[in-house]
């Protein structure tokens, strides 16, 4: 299996802001050609957090060659419902969306919240942002 990185809003925030941090993960990607995954949820609250300046950064981020963009299909959206219902949680949907994305891939995901994404689902790896 080909491991990845799956990046939550707040990775896509700090990159299209210009963390070092987020430059040089995107950096090694390219050079190692590693898959990155985000998921469509993720996308949209980035862009609802974002200034007009950062968002056009996070449009070029999003056309990154080894980066896709998950859709929230029936089977994502009932995988992450099933998993924040399970935890009595009142997490996001778009944290729902990672969790369950990178426990489904068994990859880690990138971000600087990783308690919101431990509470819905302890056993995924989480790559902490500075």
Known sequence: MIGGRILDTTALTAAARGSFYMQALLSIAHQRVIPLLVPATAMSDAFADLKPDASHALATIAQFP??????????????AGILRASVNSAA????GHVAYLAAARQWPVVT??????????PDIEVEALP
């Open 66 to 79: 080894l980066l896709t963009l998950a859709p929230l299909d029936e089977a994502d959206a009932r995988g």
């Open 92 to 95: 996001t949907t778009t944290a």
């Open 112 to 121: 600087a919240e990783p308690d919101r994404l431990l509470a819905l689902y």
